[in-house]
């Protein structure tokens, strides 16, 4: 089953100064607001290893499985974090988004790992060691096994449960956080049923697998967010995200929460396109979700065409990403553009980039993302960061560890940490504050 999460959306050696030269940074330079923020993000099952006790975990594990290999030690952040976050620092970004990860900090209902919990504590202190700031998301699609076996998202229970977490976390890490986020895309599943192939997740195999997985946890349910009833979970976890948000906001230390969307720039084609009701359906709830929130997380990475019955793929001939989906980097511009005018509260790019083995091309997608950034900026939109994904080439769910999004590289053998040219290249535009 060949997908990753990135496709819902759409989705070294060389000096710095040669770099902005030879990919020809625009002219004349454009300075961008002052405390814009400048970051690279991870998510804590995609680069912690060794997340056992996590839904994701069984799913990766059983037989048969849509995965295409398991995370195992992933790329060990959770032992390298702190030269993780120095090498971040060191390249000139001033942000770190990563994610927090409950499974850890309440392997059991009701119990809170101290341990776990000062591991967090310890991750944010090295942020501010390096000057950076912090942004934390709560959910980044993986959950306690415990809270699979419940039914996860369409149990009842999940609002008061998540509510819990993000309270009892808060109230541990939140003097130290900078920006918290609750959910990272919690619209996928809604996202998954108009994409252009048939990825089967209602199929024989998916099924069984989730019935092997609440086997597993000797459990006779097994909750998966990729996989459950799409409006029961959409309508828990938007009562989720309100509550959670007062919740964090009742802990130490004084920050604007959001949620995170994904989003496509989606362009009617042809007679009957269902552009609108596909904004309604996937983005709709969760926008007016952000307009009660503090900012709204725009993560994009590619355009979708939308005809009178789903996504159109790719056109024929079309530069395409290691994941199938088109290189398109001026999306950006106009999910921004979108989520503006629709929320009316400031808007943070929480992910944005592209997944292939050409860092040229990468380079070329972050300096024409951000050229849309400035546009938008000169029309006087509230955009206030940019928080590339990722910071490193890491585990991309179904798909493995083949998808390459990383500024840096990662030797899985030694895990020996490389910047590549995009690094530096987004580094320096960081330093400078400007194109």
Not at 26 to 34: D, G, I, L, V
């Amino acid at each position: 089953m060949n997908f990753t999460r990135r496709q819902f959306v759409a989705g070294g050696t060389v000096s710095a100064a040669g770099l902005v030269n030879a990919y020809g940074a625009p002219t004349p330079a454009t300075s961008f607001p002052k405390g814009f923020l400048w970051g690279a993000a991870t998510a804590a099952h995609q680069v912690e290893g060794n997340n056992v006790n996590s839904d994701l975990w069984v799913l990766e594990h059983v037989k048969p499985t849509i995965f295409q290999e398991p995370s195992g030690d992933a790329c060990d952040h959770y032992h390298r974090y702190a030269d993780d976050i120095r090498l971040l620092a060191r390249l000139g970004l001033n942000t770190y988004r990563f994610s927090i990860e409950w499974a850890r900090i309440e392997p059991e209902p009701g119990f809170f790992s101290r341990a776990e919990l000062d591991h967090y504590r310890r991750m944010l202190a090295a942020c501010h060691e390096n000057n950076l700031r912090a942004m934390v998301t709560f959910y980044h699609f993986t959950s306690p096994r415990w809270f699979a076996a419940i039914g996860g998202w369409e149990a009842d229970s999940s609002v008061d449960l998540f509510t819990r977490y993000c309270e009892r976390a808060s109230k541990h890490l939140g003097d130290l956080i900078s920006f918290a986020t609750t959910f990272n895309e919690p619209n996928v599943p809604m996202l998954l049923q108009w994409m252009p192939m048939d990825l089967h997740l209602d199929g024989s195999e998916a099924q069984e697998m989730i019935r092997q997985s609440a086997r597993a946890i000797g459990s006779e349910r097994f909750g998966s967010f990729f996989l459950g009833n799409k409006a029961k979970l959409r309508d828990n976890m938007v009562a989720a995200h309100h509550r959670a948000l007062a919740a964090i906001k009742s802990g130490t230390g004084k920050f604007p929460v959001g949620v995170n969307i994904a989003m496509s720039d989606d362009q009617a084609s042809g007679a009957g396109s269902r552009r609108d009701q596909k904004r309604e359906e996937v983005y709709g709830p969760w926008l007016r979700a952000a307009a009660k929130s503090d900012f709204v997380g725009v993560q994009t990475y590619s355009r979708s065409r939308v005809g009178p019955s789903k996504d159109l793929p790719p056109e024929q001939g079309v530069e395409l990403t290691q994941l199938g989906y088109e290189f398109w980097p001026e999306a950006l511009e106009q999910t921004i553009r979108y989520a503006s005018a629709q929320t009316k509260v400031p808007v943070y790019v929480t992910e944005n980039g592209i997944g292939t083995d050409d860092d040229t091309r990468r380079i070329e997608y972050i300096k024409r993302a951000l050229a849309g950034v400035q546009n938008c900026l000169k029309d006087g939109i509230d955009v206030r960061g940019y928080i590339h994904w990722s910071l490193m080439d890491n585990f991309e769910w179904m798909m493995g560890f083949r998808p390459t999004f990383g500024l840096v590289a990662v030797n899985r053998e030694t895990q020996e940490r490389t910047p590549k040219p995009s690094a530096r290249f987004l580094g320096e535009i960081a330093k400078r504050n400007s194109l």
